[in-house]
């Protein structure tokens, strides 16, 4: 039973051309992460909520942006889409009290032409 | 940076086999985390080891965490071909749920 749902599994988009990845929970966790994971590389946080609170990591780059309408729901917007910014991109969601794990998604590979 | 960094960073075994990997980070941690990766999947947590923890068993892991050297280890034992994947420790410091990851073991386990 997924529980941590990224929409689409593979996303295709032109340079320059605003793409949106979405992802869904059915957890209700109070946190919702996104990361950046470029091949054989560790994931790198872009920016968190915590419920509406929004928390961007200081070296992620103003291109990317992100919305969370409601618990369940959560958005990454790449506003004008760059070569480097073909990765994977994972979902995941947790408690925010310490010492809980995290749920990840299984991802959308984002594919730049 | 928080982000640790893990030793090899590929592993390559028979069937059978222990394999272990490590996991080395900066700062001071509420606790560490390992998880793992299949190929073109997301991450799935592992097991989770408290600063005051020293040793972890789930099965056929374990993991220890010597929070003097910074170091954690996770071993998986009589290893099988599905264990084949990547994995990575993440730390957590500070009140809050947040982690940055290590580079990453890949591990393949040949049958």
């Known amino acids: 039973d997924a529980m941590v749902i990224q929409n689409p599994r593979y996303q295709v988009t032109q340079f320059g051309k605003p793409v949106t990845l979405s992802c869904s929970q059915t957890?209700?966790?109070?946190?919702m992460y996104w990361y950046q994971q470029k091949s054989s590389q560790a994931p790198k946080l872009l920016f968190h909520?915590?419920?509406?609170?929004?928390?961007n990591e200081a070296d992620t780059p103003d291109n990317f942006q992100s919305r969370r309408p409601n618990t369940s729901f959560c958005f990454l917007d790449i506003r004008s889409p760059g070569l480097g910014d073909a990765a994977m991109y994972l979902c995941?969601?947790?408690?925010?009290?310490?010492?809980?794990?995290?749920?990840f998604g299984d991802g959308t590979r984002l594919s730049i032409l | 940076s928080q982000q640790g960094e893990e030793d090899p960073q590929a592993l390559s075994i028979q069937e059978g086999e222990n394999a272990t990997m490590n996991c080395s980070y900066k700062?001071?941690?509420?606790?560490l985390q390992w998880y793992r990766q299949n190929s073109g999947r997301g991450l799935v947590h592992l097991i989770l080891?408290?600063?005051?923890?020293r040793e972890k068993h789930s099965g056929r892991l374990r993991v220890t965490l010597d929070t003097s050297k910074k170091s954690s280890s996770l071993l998986i034992t009589a290893s099988r071909a599905a264990d084949t994947a990547s994995y990575f420790c993440?730390?957590?410091?500070?009140?809050?749920?947040?982690?940055?990851f290590g580079s990453g073991t890949k591990l393949n386990v040949k049958p």
């Open positions: 995941a969601t947790s408690w925010r009290e310490g010492n809980q794990p995290q749920h």
């Open positions: 909520y915590y419920d509406k609170d929004f928390n």
């Open positions: 957890l209700n966790h109070n946190v």
């Open positions: 080891i408290r600063s005051n923890e």
């Open positions: 700062t001071s941690i509420n606790n």
């Open positions: 993440a730390t957590s410091a500070g009140g809050f749920n947040k982690f940055y």
